[in-house]
């Protein structure tokens, strides 16, 4: 029993040592133009926003309903 739990904690460290150094990494210089791209950003498509804000807007029938929880029907 005692040789089970040791084995299975040394398996355990082995896959969370090689999760933590899989983990991090550092983006190159000539990487970062694949990040900055257009389509990377969430407000690339304004008529999209509107769109979505309206949605928000008539959901909540107020404005800042983005940030509110619920339907609009009180059952947040």
């Known amino acids: 029993m005692h040789r089970r739990r040791a084995t299975i904690a040394a398996i355990l460290a082995v896959f969370a040592v090689g999760l933590a150094l899989t983990g991090c990494t550092t983006v190159q210089p000539w990487e970062r133009g694949n990040l900055a791209d257009a389509t990377m950003r969430p407000d690339r498509d304004p008529?999209?926003?509107?769109?979505?804000?309206?949605?928000?807007?008539?959901?909540?029938?107020?404005?800042?309903?983005?940030?509110?929880g619920g339907g609009g029907c009180g059952c947040n």
């Open 47 to 68: 008529l999209q926003a509107s769109m979505t804000e309206h949605i928000y807007f008539s959901r909540e029938a107020s404005s800042g309903g983005r940030g509110v």
